[in-house]
């Protein structure tokens, strides 16, 4: 059955839509077996969605408060890295002074 056998339909083929049926390399593909493909790919996204809603359900409240602490190091890491970039622009913009004069 060409490329769209057992666990050849992988995420990566589903996330962008183009299988390796797709390129045109293997004539053993056919339609048929691009839409069993195509069939496979929503059958995960269903599943996924259903475990989204599950886990929503289930602890949305704590995945809430799990993402706001990970935002707020994200930002603080990145106010901290703009502070550390300015001071090194401050730095080069002084010792350039110093040498010019």
């Known amino acids: 059955m060409g490329d769209c056998n057992e666990?050849?339909?992988s995420t990566d083929s589903c996330n962008t839509g183009k299988g390796s049926c797709?390129?045109?390399q293997s004539e053993e593909c056919t339609w048929a077996e691009d839409l069993l493909c195509l069939a496979k790919c929503?059958?995960?996204e269903l599943l996924k969605e259903k475990m989204k809603k599950e886990l929503e359900a289930k602890?949305?409240?704590?995945?809430d408060a799990v993402?706001?602490?990970a935002v707020d190091a994200v930002l603080k890491c990145m106010q901290h890295k703009m502070e550390a970039m300015e001071a090194c622009h401050d730095y080069?913009?002084?010792l350039y002074a110093a040498l010019k004069s």
């Open 7 to 9: 666990n050849s339909c």
């Open 22 to 24: 797709d390129s045109g």
């Open 42 to 44: 929503a059958k995960h």
């Open 59 to 63: 602890m949305g409240k704590k995945l």
């Open 67 to 69: 993402a706001k602490v």
């Open 92 to 94: 080069k913009d002084k």
